[in-house]
């Protein structure tokens, strides 16, 4: 974490100079009213980067929570970084644009902070193309960082030597049960900040006897170790809640720290049995091209 901005939240620097607040708020299944109360909601909390998707069928809920603070006076869009995604079915150099366009539409934005490739689907054989032109669209001012998400490492490589840019961010399935260490490596070999979803595991570690000492040890709760955590690991995260008060925990990461025998420890759970990826595997999703 390198700096602190306005918000006296860290920072992470993207390859390409950007500015990155490393904890979000993820809005996967996030509908209508509700979404628009849980981001109107995060932002009176402080939060300042929030991710959403194509396929996510709320960007309108988003962007309207996010239009209705920017009326309130209760933050400047300048001040916030959106991440959306283009979804399998949008790959190809000629669907980027259509695509972004109506997430920007959907949104009621002029510009998105981040626009990523959602998945590779290395069958369909689609994504540096589409990556390609991502970047190319970057240049007309309205999309900031370009970057991907569920890319492993032979399709990053691929990605790189075809189109010649890293992304500058990574979102991938990534938790203390699932840490990814030689992807997390090649990230950093890349320059690609990493990024994780389910951060939680979806609940599935934060019953674990491990997280649940260290969380008494420091005061905090197993979920908030967790979080703390990837961040220690220098991850950015995107958490998702509905609930006001999960919010504001999962926000509380930064007066506190773990230690390294805390940190060996909780590593230590990667693979352990029940734990382990809980999706897909980015080379079968979504399959065969039809």
Request: net charge negative; charged share 25%.
């Amino acid at each position: 974490m390198e700096g602190m901005n306005k918000h006296f939240l860290p920072s992470l620097t993207l390859n390409d100079g950007r500015e990155l607040t490393p904890l979000g708020l993820g809005t996967y299944k996030l509908l209508g009213e509700d979404c628009e109360r849980v981001v109107r909601e995060a932002i009176e909390i402080g939060y300042r980067h929030f991710d959403t998707a194509s396929v996510y069928d709320n960007e309108e809920a988003v962007g309207k929570a996010i239009a209705d603070a920017v009326a309130a006076g209760d933050v400047e869009r300048d001040d916030l970084f959106i991440t959306t995604k283009l979804w399998n079915d949008q790959q190809g150099a000629d669907n980027v644009g259509p695509a972004l366009h109506e997430s920007l539409r959907k949104l009621g934005l002029d510009y998105v902070d981040m626009y990523l490739v959602h998945w590779p689907w290395p069958q369909k054989g689609l994504f540096a193309e589409t990556f390609e032109e991502i970047a190319r669209l970057q240049g007309m001012g309205q999309i900031g960082a370009i970057g991907v998400a569920n890319f492993y490492e032979e399709t990053l490589r691929e990605l790189v030597a075809k189109v010649g840019i890293a992304p500058a961010l990574n979102q991938v399935e990534l938790h203390p049960g699932f840490t990814q260490p030689e992807l997390r490596e090649v990230h950093k070999e890349l320059d690609i900040v990493t990024e994780a979803w389910a951060p939680l595991s979806r609940g599935i570690v934060l019953q674990n006897p491990v997280m649940e000492g260290i969380a008494a040890e420091v005061g905090k709760t197993p979920a908030q170790v967790a979080l703390r955590f990837l961040l220690q690991l220098g991850c950015s995260i995107v958490p998702k809640s509905a609930r006001t008060e999960r919010l504001r925990e999962n926000f509380e990461l930064f007066d506190f720290s773990l230690s390294e025998e805390q940190m060996d420890a909780i590593a230590a759970l990667d693979g352990q049995p029940g734990f382990g990826r809980i999706f897909k595997d980015p080379r079968e999703f979504p399959g065969d091209v039809d």
